[in-house]
C-alpha cells in the first residue's frame, strides 16, 4: 500500500492525473467512482483536464460504489444526481455508459446482475474510493464479510449522521443502501482512497496500520495488490 501525504487540492490532483493517465493508456477503460465530499474536487480536476483536451472520456464505461434506497435518480441527494451533477455533465463520456446503482423501482434485480455487467465490461481499471468515518469503504459498514459482492444494506447511526449535513434534516436521510461489496471492490485492479480531515483519522489509522478485521472493513483494502491512499496531514494524524 502506497502513502501519499499532502493538502487536498494537490491530492485531487494527483488523483485525478492517475485517472486520466488510465483512460490515456485505455480509452476504454472501466473507471470505478464514488460519491460524497472527497471526490469533489478530483472531479472537478478530471473535468478541466477534458476540457482543455488532455484527455476523453467518449469510450468509457463507468460503475458507481453505492445508491440509496429510496431515492429516485431525480432527488438531489441521490448518488446518480450527484454524479451528473459533478462530473458527467461536464465530460465528454456517453450517459449510456455510466452505471449508477438503483434505489427505487426493481432495484434489487438490477443489484443482483451488477457484478455481472462490471465482469461483462471487463472489470473496473481504476476505482476511487472515500472512506466513512467508521471505515466503511463503498457503503460496506464494520461487520460486512470480506467476501460480500453487491447487496442491500443498513446505513450505522454514524453513518447516517456524517451525511445528515447533506439533507435538510437528519429524518430525511434514508436509512438502507445499494452497495457494491468488499469483494466487487478488491476486483477492481488499481485503487486510490481519499481522505481528508481530523474525522477521518481513526478510520485512516485502521486502514494503514491496524489489524484486517470485518470491524473495520477498509483494512481489508491491505490485502490488494495496487493501492494508494491520497491523505492530508489531519486525516494522517494518528498513523505518524
Ligand atoms: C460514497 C461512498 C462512501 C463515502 C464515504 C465518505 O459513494 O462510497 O463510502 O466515500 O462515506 O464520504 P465523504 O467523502 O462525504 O466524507
Excluded: W
Amino acid at each position: 500500500m502506497k502513502v501519499v501525504v499532502n493538502n487536498e487540492d494537490v491530492i485531487s490532483q494527483f488523483i485525478a492525473d492517475e485517472f486520466i493517465k488510465v483512460v490515456n493508456e485505455k480509452p476504454n477503460a472501466v473507471l470505478g467512482l464514488a460519491t460524497g465530499t472527497s471526490p469533489l474536487k478530483v472531479y472537478a480536476d478530471m473535468a478541466k483536464a477534458n476540457k482543455e483536451g488532455k484527455v476523453s472520456f467518449k469510450n468509457c464505461t463507468t460503475f458507481n460504489l453505492d445508491e440509496y434506497v429510496g431515492l429516485e435518480g431525480t432527488h438531489n441527494q441521490s448518488y446518480r444526481y450527484f454524479m451528473n451533477e459533478n462530473l458527467f455533465n461536464h465530460i465528454d463520456i456517453d450517459k449510456k455508459n455510466t452505471n449508477v446503482l438503483l434505489g427505487v423501482g426493481d432495484y434489487k434485480a438490477f443489484m443482483n446482475k451488477y457484478d455481472q455487467m462490471i465482469k461483462d465490461a471487463g472489470g473496473i481499471d481504476i476505482q476511487i474510493l472515500g472512506i466513512g468515518s467508521d471505515g466503511h469503504i463503498a457503503f460496506n459498514e464494520p461487520g460486512t464479510p470480506f467476501d460480500s459482492l453487491t447487496h442491500e444494506t443498513e446505513l450505522t447511526k454514524q453513518t447516517i449522521k456524517d451525511n445528515s449535513r447533506l439533507f435538510n434534516n437528519i429524518s430525511e436521510v434514508p436509512t438502507r443502501a445499494i452497495t457494491m461489496g468488499l469483494k466487487s471492490i478488491m476486483n477492481a485492479r488499481k485503487i486510490v482512497l481519499i481522505a481528508t480531515g481530523k474525522n477521518k483519522a481513526k478510520a485512516v489509522y485502521g486502514l494503514i496500520k491496524g489489524p484486517i478485521t470485518e470491524d473495520m472493513p477498509c483494512s481489508i483494502l491491505q490485502k490488494h495488490h495496487d493501492v494508494t491512499v491520497y491523505v492530508d496531514e489531519d486525516a494522517y494524524s494518528l498513523v505518524k
